[in-house]
């Protein structure tokens, strides 16, 4: 009597912890749908601009240099003491502009993953887990904010629109703020393995998928209108996807092989020339 009891006491608790666990594993599976484009693009190497290969994060496109800023979380293993910097590259990705240094600025519990570029300062924003923070050209800290109670879902793509920012977490939520870290509101944005940001007129295009190996990495849209998301392209050939960036109708997806140990194992840019789909 005693065993049935225990068993069946045991089979409880078992799925109560299923439950609870499910509960908070309930971010969306990505997929495409039927109108889901496929892109393949070209690949090119870090070596082009003559820069070594590191842990690639966030990218964003600087209008007023015509240049990129790509983000460097500083470490290339989960061993190793980051030495976080942004790095500025020329337009055809041939060469290096400048580099600022974040080791001093940003402290120990600091991520650093979406960058952005704001032309109503020349500066930068980035997005580093639990704050994000707005820094000068010349690795000066401007502002700051903290995400409060989203903290824990940690901010990771970032985008400027005009007066206000857009922040992606990690999962849950979409989440836009002003420039001075009022929230406007938030939006339920949860899929698995959601990253980085971009703003492109009436939609936001978010990078979703960490298939090291394989080609289940896709683009996602968010209309800032409705609300409402698709699944726009699955991008192939970028196995480790970090950053993105349209420039000139060609879509910038930063991929950091290294770290991620994926099947190309190095940092490189996925390139996508979105013009052929029209």
């Not at 009597?1 to 006491?9: A, D, F, H, P, R």
């Not at 693009?41 to 790509?70: Q, Y």
């Not at 849950?172 to 509101?185: A, P, Q, T, V």
Request: proline share 1%.
């Amino acid at each position: 009597m005693w065993k049935k009891i225990v068993c069946l006491s045991c089979i409880l608790i078992m799925i109560c912890v299923g439950v609870g666990y499910n509960s908070l594993n309930t971010s969306q599976i990505i997929s495409g749908n039927a109108n889901t484009v496929i892109l393949d693009g070209e690949k090119r190497e870090f070596s082009t601009f003559g820069a070594e290969d590191f842990t690639c994060t966030g990218l964003a496109w600087d209008s007023s240099m015509n240049s990129f800023w790509i983000g460097d979380y500083g470490a290339k293993s989960a061993n190793d003491t980051p030495s976080p910097r942004v790095i500025q590259i020329n337009k055809e990705l041939t060469e290096v502009i400048s580099i600022i240094d974040l080791s001093n600025m940003l402290n120990t519990n600091d991520n650093l993953q979406g960058v952005a570029y704001d032309d109503y300062n020349d500066s930068l924003w980035l997005a580093v887990g639990d704050s994000c923070k707005n820094i000068s050209k010349d690795g000066k800290l401007i502002f700051a904010f903290d995400l409060g109670k989203y903290k824990k879902y940690k901010s990771n793509g970032i985008c400027v629109d005009g007066d206000t920012l857009w922040v992606l977490c990690y999962s849950k939520y979409l989440l836009h703020y002003d420039k001075s870290g009022n929230l406007i509101k938030e939006y339920s944005f949860n899929f698995k393995d959601q990253d980085m940001l971009f703003n492109s007129g009436d939609e936001l295009i978010a990078t979703v998928g960490a298939d090291y190996n394989g080609e289940n990495n896709y683009v996602v849209t968010f209309n800032k209108n409705t609300g409402e998301t698709d699944v726009k392209y699955q991008i192939h050939g970028a196995y480790a996807v970090e950053g993105i960036s349209i420039v000139d109708g060609k879509l910038y997806i930063l991929n950091d092989g290294l770290y991620h140990d994926a099947k190309i194992r190095e940092s490189y840019f996925a390139i996508y020339d979105l013009r052929r789909q029209q």
